[in-house]
């Protein structure tokens, strides 16, 4: 609605501008004799012309044929009467509202304006009139030329500002997902991790609830244990989503401790090495190696079993190499199938993609399971 109203303000303004500069009703172009139009019938058919750039948006080639031909009609038979402006405006709507294919209507918008050239050298006083003739028709090209290329550089600009704006869009999606993926990864490290030392923790308290009540009582201690501090890890990752980020840092490699003695008190067996000189490492690679730790233990204690020792590895060269090496299960709990979500090392590999480390998981030759991790000290 708004367009259509700038435009018909645009087609009063041409056809009022046109009468009054290329019009013998608004200036003496020349004296063509009394047989010349009324000034109210010259402004009558000014306005023909100008009406139909209402629709200039709608339809430019269509609208364009009816101006060149309104055009070339008031230049050749309308006396005291040369139609400009509205001829451009509708070569440079072409422009910008269709492809640049189009540009040869430049060749017939030259046609009115040879008219013009052909009446303004006649009416010159000079005497090579054939010299202006072709001077005013070189100049009327460039101008036109101009006023297309104008339209085209207009349509090219917008294009690309709709462009940049649907790259701008579609990033800020693939940023929304990338951090929806990576919450789902950190809901799926710290809920998996827990719940599986809780359920172990229940099933073995429940078997020696009678025999030996006290150890029950601790076992049921440490599940409340556990679930607390999978709450405050969660509320810390949760507080980390807001608009300060000034909640407590990620997990790292210094809470690698907390983390083995959490699985020891469920009865598997870790042992924890470390190798080399530790090195500074930037978070997101302390936070990988902390996960990609976290999950071997959560498989070990699924599938190998109380009792099937696990030995955590830290390996200090260029690279951090974590590796997690569990022995040949004893007793596989039968909780493991119902427990596994089948997604835990398929996001741990693209959790350790995204620093620049690199994922390896398999059966040992010799019995038993072994994860390695290699990751960048400085996250690529």
């Not at 172990?200 to 607390?228: C, F, K």
């Not at 530790?278 to 959560?298: C, M």
Request: hydrophobic share 50%; with cysteine.
């Amino acid at each position: 609605m708004m367009r259509r109203a700038g435009d018909l303000l645009l087609a009063i303004a041409i056809c009022l501008l046109d009468v009054f500069f290329f019009s013998t009703a608004g200036s003496n172009l020349a004296e063509l004799g009394a047989g010349d139009f009324a000034p109210v019938w010259l402004v009558g058919y000014a306005a023909l012309g100008a009406a139909a750039l209402i629709w200039r948006r709608r339809s430019p080639v269509a609208v364009y044929a009816i101006v060149w031909v309104h055009a070339v009609v008031g230049a050749a038979l309308v006396h005291g009467y040369q139609p400009v402006l509205g001829m451009l405006v509708a070569l440079y709507t072409v422009g910008a509202h269709r492809d640049r294919r189009l540009s040869w209507l430049i060749a017939p918008t030259v046609v009115p304006f040879s008219i013009i050239a052909v009446n303004e050298a006649l009416y010159s006083e000079t005497e090579a009139k054939a010299l202006t003739f072709i001077g005013l028709v070189a100049f009327y090209t460039l101008f036109i030329s101009g006023v297309w290329a104008l339209g085209y550089w207009t349509a090219l600009s917008r294009r690309r500002l709709a462009e940049s704006q649907r790259m701008r869009e579609v990033e800020a999606q693939l940023a929304v997902a990338q951090e929806r993926a990576r919450l789902s990864r950190e809901l799926h490290d710290i809920v998996a991790h827990s719940v599986t030392v809780m359920v172990l923790q229940s099933a073995g308290a429940q078997r020696i609830l009678r025999t030996d009540p006290q150890r029950a009582i601790d076992a049921l201690t440490q599940v409340e244990a556990t679930g607390r501090q999978a709450m405050s890890e969660l509320r810390r990752m949760l507080a980390l989503q807001g608009p300060d980020g000034e909640a407590q840092a990620h997990p790292g490699l210094d809470d690698l401790g907390d983390l083995v003695d959490g699985v020891r008190r469920t009865g598997v067996p870790v042992e924890m090495v470390v190798e080399g000189e530790p090195k500074p490492v930037d978070p997101s690679v302390g936070l990988a190696a902390y996960r990609a730790v976290q999950e071997a233990l959560t498989n070990a204690a699924k599938h190998a079993g109380v009792g099937a020792a696990t030995t955590v590895r830290l390996m200090w060269t260029d690279d951090l190499v974590v590796r997690v090496t569990n022995a040949i299960p004893l007793q596989a709990p039968s909780t493991s199938r119902a427990l596994s979500t089948g997604h835990g090392l398929l996001g741990l590999r693209e959790r350790v993609a995204v620093v620049g480390g690199r994922l390896e998981a398999g059966h040992r030759d010799e019995g038993g399971y072994q994860v390695t991790v290699s990751l960048p000290v400085v996250a690529r």
